[in-house]
């Protein structure tokens, strides 16, 4: 019988993953709580009619990506493809919104069937942020240092580049798509396959084409910031206005647009050259129509999201995780005799006592020579070793594993204050 395979583009984290991925969470969950968010949980599966009325019917995610079904009571069902829609959604449905201000954000598996390569996947992991009920470039500026200082903490920030951008009004780009659209369709023979297929649906999206042809047509082309509105272009100067203060370099690109129709104003990514093409690490902006889209009232809102793997990749890819991350055990306790087998069962969870030690005990019997190749091979700072003479001692032979010291006989009652010299070395 044939063994059964992950699906495409839907990988198994393996253990010797999980710890990086630990470490980045843990990083990233410490910044949002020093700016005060609040983590919410939504469910995988929504209704996929949510997707539609927030990202757009004739967007790509939309048309070609989602993974959608029907449920046995005919309901029409879609795995998340992105987190904002689902957040938005469950703030309004559980009253958070109306005259609140909230600093929300959540993580988890996103889906889109799209061809999988290295950085981009079936089934992907997001870091998101949404701050509702604010409405000037301050919360813009915030979510943006967040970022910043995020990456500085990483030791990411010096091959991060922060683009920036801002979309405006909805009537602003209403008018600018027009003569847009009116100045390609001039010129589709010059164009390339995919933005000749976004013509007609979503022709912002072509200003980020990656084809050399068409971003040379677009020299020529109108620009955005010319059709901007007053208060767009005062929101986005005084954005920048306090990036500068605050020290956080950028560059404005006014080509860079989203992929989903409920941004506005604000828009910027986080990119990188060290990744190839997958070269975006975060991405967010304003969204203040999205609520009173999706049946709540007018509520602005900024935010942005961050993909996991991609982040992993590029700390891995720079060298940029801490050697401590891959040791997942201080302790590795082996024993030879009954007595022993009973006392070290006893002495390891004195040990994991308020969480000072991670300790890994010996099970199953063996030699001690086996015992001593395990404790190697666990990544223990140390080995702790008990016989039947120890026990009735009351001592412990302590032998160091990743520095060259001799194994040494400790008192039981003096164990844990030698411990931490030798985890700590």
């Known amino acids: ?77 879609t795995l998340r493809p992105e987190g904002t829609a689902s ?8 009253g958070l ?45 915030e979510v943006i240092l967040l970022t910043a200082r995020l990456w500085r903490q990483l030791g990411l920030l010096d091959s991060v580049t922060l683009q920036l951008n801002t979309l405006g009004s909805s009537e602003a780009r209403a008018r600018f798509k027009h003569d847009l659209v009116v100045y390609l369709s001039e010129r589709k023979e010059q164009l390339d396959e995919d933005s000749l297929r976004r013509l007609d649906s979503n022709p912002l999206r072509i200003l980020d084409s990656k084809d050399a042809a068409t971003q040379a047509l677009l020299d020529d082309a109108p620009h955005f910031h010319d059709y901007l509105d007053d208060e767009s272009r005062e929101h986005f100067e005084t954005l920048k206005a306090l990036l ?15 992929g989903l129709d409920y941004y506005c104003k604000t828009v910027f990514e986080w990119v990188t050259l060290e990744l190839g093409s997958q070269g975006t690490v975060c991405a967010g902006g304003r969204y203040d129509g999205l609520v009173e889209q999706l049946g709540g009232k007018s509520t602005p809102a900024v935010g942005f999201a961050m993909g996991i793997e991609r982040l992993v990749l590029l700390l891995e890819t720079l060298g940029a995780i801490p050697a401590s991350v891959h040791r997942t055990v201080d302790v590795y306790i082996a024993s030879m005799g009954d007595a022993a087998a009973a ?53 412990v032979t ?27 070395a």
């Open 343 to 395: 006392e070290a069962l006893l002495l390891a969870e004195e040990l994991r006592a308020d969480n000072a030690f991670r300790v890994q005990l010996h099970c199953g019997g063996g030699s001690f020579k086996s015992q001593m190749k395990k404790a190697d091979r666990s990544g223990a700072a140390v080995a702790l070793i008990l016989g039947d003479n120890e026990v009735a001692r009351g001592e």
């Open 1 to 77: 019988m044939a063994k059964i395979k992950a699906i495409r583009g839907m990988n198994d984290i393996l253990p010797e993953q999980t710890p990086v991925w630990q470490y980045f969470e843990q990083q990233v969950q410490a910044v949002l709580s020093s700016y005060g968010y609040s983590e919410i949980r939504t469910p995988i599966v929504e209704q996929t009619d949510l997707f539609k009325r927030s990202i757009g019917e004739v967007t790509d995610i939309v048309e070609k990506e989602m993974y959608t079904f029907e449920d046995r009571n005919g309901d029409s069902l």
């Open 244 to 258: 500068d203060k605050a020290g956080v370099a950028y560059e404005v690109n006014p080509r860079l647009v989203r």
């Open 97 to 141: 919104l109306y005259n609140q201000v909230q600093r929300l954000w959540y993580r988890g598996q996103m889906f889109r069937h799209e061809r999988p390569q290295k950085g981009r996947y079936r089934q992907f992991h997001q870091i998101g942020v949404e701050a509702f009920g604010m409405q000037g470039p301050d919360i813009d500026a």
């Open 398 to 424: 302590l032998k160091p594993l990743r520095i060259d010291a001799e194994q040494q006989q400790l008192p039981r009652d003096r164990l844990a204050e030698s411990l931490a010299g030798f985890i700590n």
């Open 87 to 94: 957040c938005v959604r469950a703030a309004e449905e559980h």
